[in-house]
Structures are given as C-alpha cells and as structure tokens.
C-alpha cells in the first residue's frame, strides 16, 4: 500500500460514526492519490474527544535526528509494531485511525504490473487503524502516522491478500483509547467485504491528483493505457504488491 483516497461526502458512512466527525471528514479537502510525505485526515484523541486532523504520511519517530527516516512507514505490520523501535511507543500511546474511500494496489502476477483501486462493497467509508506520532526537535514540528497491516483475505484475487487493518465506525473509540490486548483486538476484528477493479497506471506519479484516477480501464488485450508512465511505473511498487 502506497497510495490511497480521502474524497467524503455525506452518505458514504456506515452506521456508529459520530455525527461531529463525519461533518468534520466532508469538509476535508479531497485527495485521490495521497502518497509518502503527503498530508491525510486522521482521527485521533484531542483532550479526551475524537477529533480530526491532517498529518503527514509516513511515520517520523520522536527519537529521530531528522524530520525523516531511512526506511518506509507509511505502514507498520501488525505482528511486528508492539516490538518494533520505530512504532513501540506510539502503538503504546498514540493510536489513531485513518478514514478512507479505498486504496490503491499492485497485481504483480502478470508480465506487466496493474494498479487496481479496493474498496468497499456497499460503497461505505472505510477506517483503518493507525499509529502517530509527534517530531518536535527543530521547527517547524511534524505530525505523521503509519497504517497497521496484516493478512487479509477478503482482499479479492489476483491482488495479494494483505493490507490494511480495517474496523467498523463503532471500534474507532475503542481503539483510539487503548484496548488492553491491542493486537489481539485488531485481528479479532471483522474484515468489510472489498472489491477490486484497475485503474490507471497514472496513480504512480504523486503529482497527479484527480477523481479521473478512480475510473477502471480495459484490460483486454491490445488496449494501452500505459503512455509515458509504463517505463516509470514500477519502481514505487509497494512489496506486498
């Protein structure tokens, strides 16, 4: 996973959301390939309510000399986060969740790599769990965050069968607050049935962001939706495909 989409309106939330933070996620502005470094809407704690922010993607530890690290996080896995240097202390203190239309993924089990877009099957609002943190060593300070993945089948073939820790609007709270088993609470959580279709290959440049990004291509044989970006289009390829 390296891309994905924030582009609300109302209508799209399945039941249990608050009424004050779905108000808050529609009037985000809408993002339809938000890559590595690039601001997203968070929900988190803020005095002991749920709010919604905008931090960058890719997790900066506190510890850290820069505002930057030398390996990728904008994800953490699951199985790994609670004793991983990098995202112990925010799996211990600052959970967040990131809301989501769906995200982008690559088939890599072909001659040629295809993007698709996952989502949800009924269309709803999608909440994956995440870890933030706050770098406060030099100004300006950064707010960033990762996304917890694990294994998932409900992600449907031929893509790879890993993403995202999803949960339904009523486990937001929940997990903002810290259950006491955290990971045994992820991956008791019930996965939302998801479904696939490709896009185009456009989605691998960051500086192209548009809701023509969402609209699925023909795949059959002979059609080209490649242009100039097929001899760039794999070297962001996230490796879980």
Known sequence: MRRFVQAFAAGMWPPGLPPGLA???EAAPARYNIATRKPAAVILDRDSALAVEEFDWGLVPAWSALPETKYTTVTARLARAARSRIFKRPWENTRCVVPMNGYYK???????PQPYFIQS??????????????WSR???????????????PAIPA????????????GAIADWIAGPRRAQAFLEAM?????????????????????YTLLE???LAPGHDDDGDWLAHAFDDIDEDS
């Open 190 to 210: 019930p996965q939302p049935a998801l479904e696939a279709y490709p896009v185009s290959r456009r989605i691998r440049s960051p500086d192209v962001d548009t």
């Open 138 to 152: 030099d100004t300006p300070e950064l707010y960033s965050f990762a996304v917890l993945t694990h294994p998932n």
């Open 121 to 134: 099957q009924d269309g709803t609002a999608l909440f994956a769990a995440g870890l933030w943190e706050h």
């Open 23 to 25: 108000t808050a996620l």
């Open 106 to 112: 690559w088939d890599r089990s072909g001659e040629t």
């Open 158 to 169: 031929p893509l790879v069968a890993d993403g995202p820790v999803f949960m339904p609007a």
């Open 216 to 218: 699925p291509v023909d």
